[in-house]
């Protein structure tokens, strides 16, 4: 079964406003990884976290892994069109690096 | 920039066929990997190679096998198609080092299986 878990699995903001996904596991994850699919896309990777309690920052994107590295969240500021899509955390729980089912964002103009 | 180009974008087959997949990939990664993505499922493992000639079942391999004969490609086989197995397929590829580097996405096959 899934090992990353993913929520919401939908989500639909008016532009502007914030976005949260989340990513859980039941066991310990070496790292976590995010990737953005577009529709009609293919999955492209955002960003990588490693360290417990991680944050990084891409423009308005903030990610955090957790302190006990079993949980992870991305973040949009000011949500805008252009960041439709679907986001997937993916982590490694032990060396292969297993999808959560995807959070699909879509964006009222 | 890496490339990994995947050989039909859509395909569809008839119950009973037996189906070929290809990916190639052009930037020397070691690690390549097939996922199929349906709705409300994500993108699941189906099978994975760190190797020339090596391969490693992932989460959902029932119905499928690989080849990896060479190190730019990675074939995936499903031997009987069936209804089941209509989905996206995609491929990807990562640099040595197990789930600690980026995977690089082909643009995905889409079968019907009819």
């Known amino acids: 079964g899934q090992q990353v878990m993913q929520i919401p699995q939908y989500q639909h903001v008016q532009e502007g406003e914030d976005f949260t996904t989340y990513c859980n596991s039941s066991?310990?994850?070496?790292?976590i990884q995010w990737y953005k699919q577009r529709p009609g896309g293919h999955p492209v990777f955002l960003i990588q976290?490693?360290?417990?309690?991680e944050v990084k920052k891409q423009k308005r994107l903030t990610f955090q892994f957790g302190e006990a590295k079993k949980n992870s969240s991305l973040h949009i500021t000011a949500t805008q069109t252009t960041d439709v899509g679907t986001y997937f955390c993916?982590?490694?729980?032990?060396?292969?690096?297993?999808f959560g089912a995807g959070t699909r964002l879509t964006v009222k103009p | 920039d890496v490339k990994v180009t995947q050989s039909s974008r859509y395909l569809v087959k008839r119950t009973g066929e037996k189906v070929f997949l290809e990916c190639v990939q052009d930037?020397?990664?070691?690690?390549m990997f097939w996922y199929r993505q349906d709705p409300g499922l994500g993108l699941r493992l189906i099978y994975f190679?760190?190797?020339?000639?090596?391969?490693e079942k992932g989460d959902i391999p029932e119905g499928y096998s690989v080849s990896r004969e060479k190190k730019e490609r990675f074939s995936l086989i499903l031997e009987s198609a069936s209804t089941n197995q209509t989905s996206m397929y995609l491929c990807?590829?990562?640099?040595?080092?197990?789930?600690?580097?980026?995977?690089?996405f082909g643009p995905g096959t889409r079968l019907t299986v009819t």
């Open positions: 990807a590829s990562s640099p040595p080092g197990q789930g600690a580097y980026e995977q690089y």
């Open positions: 066991t310990t994850l070496s790292n």
């Open positions: 976290l490693v360290k417990s309690g």
């Open positions: 993916a982590g490694s729980p032990s060396g292969d690096m297993r």
């Open positions: 930037m020397d990664h070691e690690n």
């Open positions: 190679s760190y190797d020339v000639k090596m391969k």
